[in-house]
């Protein structure tokens, strides 16, 4: 085998109505290195302001049990061989944050044992093994594919990918809040009001109309929610302000990201004012806040063989 560098991108999910439904891929990379080895390796590392981790932290993700390495091996597994590695993991994507880190290790792991066994999967195989670790779409797809990705699952999923306009920008505020995605779906209820469900589906389909025909204007309107923001805007303190303010700078859209805790605002302009006021909200919370400025990855994963 040869050394490789996977890049799998961040995501964005939900963007307001479309709960485990719609994904967006992200210019934030996490990386991957795999080259040849006797036995299993494995090492992290972080990069960037904005990845909230501890030494303390970085040390549990280097153990066997490391997800990339269980997608790996559960792919082995399926393709009839398992090859030991040595993993560099470089991680740019803040974790329990809403931005598909789960993600971009499950995608990693899968397409390292294709590689590494010189064997290719089918789209399906894929999402199979995948969720085995996360059973919703909205994330491994678009870090897979890149895109904007529509999704529905029953028995089977259905996606479509779609080119998300190049000229908007996804401001992303990274608060110092982790909150795993089961902590955050404990909040939600188990059953909504009939008149709720009703108005996520029609402002859905009114996100993705406004994003295909570049009606920015009505993306306000089109990214409010009233099955999981109302909820988990309980474990974001000044959750609404914060929405306000991105508002009130200049972003068509802001929606909290994913499960949370990122908050993230669709910009045409004046992305750094949207995403310093954010920030501001949260500081005065007492919370140190961080934000970036990215648009869509249209590609998703790749694989560079040195």
């Not at 891929?25 to 006797?38: C, G, H, M, Q, T």
């Not at 949207?274 to 869509?296: H, N, P, R, T």
Request: aromatic share 8%.
């Amino acid at each position: 085998m040869k050394t490789m560098r996977i890049l799998v991108p961040a995501s964005t999910s939900n963007l307001g109505p479309a709960s485990d439904a719609v994904g967006l891929a992200l210019n934030l990379y996490n990386e991957f290195i795999v080259e040849p080895s006797k036995d299993y390796q494995i090492k992290v590392k972080k990069e960037g302001d904005v990845v909230f981790l501890s030494e303390k932290d970085i040390e549990k993700l280097q153990n066997l049990d490391n997800l990339f390495l269980k997608a790996y091996k559960t792919t082995c597994a399926y393709l009839g061989k398992e090859v030991p590695i040595k993993l560099t993991e470089i991680i740019r994507i803040p974790i329990g944050r809403g931005l598909g880190s789960s993600a971009t290790a499950i995608v990693g792991g899968i397409l390292a044992a294709q590689k590494v066994l010189n064997k290719k999967l089918s789209l399906d195989e894929f999402l199979d093994i995948s969720f085995k670790f996360e059973s919703h779409p909205d994330n491994v797809l678009p870090a897979y594919l890149g895109g904007l990705i529509v999704a529905a699952t029953d028995n089977e999923i259905s996606y479509i990918k779609l080119n998300f306009p190049e000229d908007l920008k996804i401001v992303v505020v990274v608060p110092e809040i982790y909150l795993s995605t089961e902590d955050s779906r404990k909040v939600l209820p188990k059953q909504v009001p009939l008149k709720d469900a009703v108005f996520n589906i029609q402002h859905t389909a009114l996100l993705i109309a406004a994003l295909k025909e570049r009606k920015y204007h009505l993306l306000k309107e089109a990214v409010k929610d009233k099955i999981h923001q109302p909820y988990r805007s309980k474990l974001i303190p000044s959750f609404w302000d914060i929405i306000k303010v991105a508002y009130d700078e200049g972003a068509l859209a802001a929606f909290l990201s994913g499960a949370g805790s990122c908050m993230a605002a669709i910009c045409l302009e004046n992305e750094d004012k949207v995403g310093k006021a954010m920030c501001e909200v949260f500081e005065s919370d007492g919370i140190q806040a961080k934000y970036l400025i990215l648009k869509a990855d249209l590609d998703g994963a790749r694989v560079i063989e040195k």
